[in-house]
């Protein structure tokens, strides 16, 4: 197989899951005699999901895959809007450089809440759940007690509020897709990764450092959560302090993306297979509104998803080892009728 046909092929594989979905739930919600779904303004509702889910499921996925399940990052979504947003909101900027300087500014929060939450990992050596269990009530509290515990509040400043239109939310994820695809491809950095998520004693033994990794992990996560942030805000206008551990429900909806983006990585880049992951889980919870489905459906629905595409890409392996067997039957069948003959 030629180079440009296999990289034909990858693309196709990749983009498939999408094209399928699509497909699959339009062809379903016409039938049930809903025909909205996936066209005009749903179409827009389905982007900004994607977006949004997608910024949430990258943060979750860079140190997921490397065995950090990181309870942390709503809080961090949440801390960074309130002291980022809060102060941005403040600062007389002409449009629209005030957008722009309230998404430096979240990021940059987020980023400084990722390089704690990993600093906290390396130095306290405690199991991951741990740490971020207790960060995330430190940011809670934290984002609980600044600015009165009103949280961010922005229905009266539109100017800040522009990235759910689509092109302002496509731009921001593109220029977020291409740095993360720069690191985790071409730099030190993404060969570490891949080395430490491959085998992390042997990692370390030729010299991979765990620990700085981690922490740069981390704060690629924080500030991807402040991107996720910037779409929540832009769509909601308002974001209240929680606690309880109530911000980690901001990451339910990360699996799913990341689970279809880590099948993906082998055919493409899989920042990229996330986001196609993202798209599909909008299409699914778009197609179950339109349905009729509640919530608490919903929800289950999502699971069901998850748990059904967990079971295929933890027993895919058999259908290649199925096909072997075939294809080697079939050769030794062949070569016995040819000594008959």
Known sequence: MSKSTRILKN???????????????????NLFGEPGFGVGDNLRVIGYNMVYSGFIALAVSYNLTSGRFD?????????????????????????????????V????????????????????????????????????????????????RLYTRQDLLIWTKPQNSFILLALVLIVLIYLLNFTKFGYNCRSLQTGQK?????GVNEKT???????????????????????????????????????????????IGNALAKYSDR?????????????LSSALVYLGAGPSMQTVMNGVAVMLFLI????????????????????ALGMTSAAKQ
């Open 271 to 283: 920042n990229i297979g996330v986001i196609v992951g993202a798209f599909c889980q909008a299409c």
């Open 312 to 331: 295929y890409v933890s027993n895919n392996y058999k259908f290649a080892l199925h096909r072997a067997w075939r294809e080697k039957k079939e050769k």
């Open 105 to 152: 500014l979240v990021v940059l929060v987020g980023m400084l809440c990722g390089l704690i939450s990993g600093l906290f990992y390396i130095l306290l050596r405690l199991p991951p759940m741990v740490t971020s269990l207790g960060v995330a009530m430190i940011f809670e509290a934290i984002g609980f007690a600044l600015f009165d515990s009103e949280g961010l």
């Open 71 to 103: 309870f942390s990052v709503g809080s961090v979504l949440i801390l960074s809007l309130i002291v980022g947003g809060n102060i941005a909101k403040e600062i007389d900027v002409p449009e629209p450089f005030g957008a722009v300087l309230m998404v």
């Open 11 to 29: 693309i196709v594989i990749t983009l498939a899951p999408a094209v399928i979905v699509y497909l699959f739930f339009l062809l379903i919600t």
């Open 213 to 259: 990794n981690s922490v740069v992990c981390y704060i690629i996560a924080g500030g991807l959560m402040g991107f996720a942030g910037i779409m929540y805000i832009s769509q909601n206008g308002i974001i209240a302090p929680q606690t309880g551990l109530s911000s980690s429900s901001f990451m339910m909806n990360a699996f799913l993306p990341m689970f």
């Open 202 to 206: 042997n990692a370390v033994e030729v």
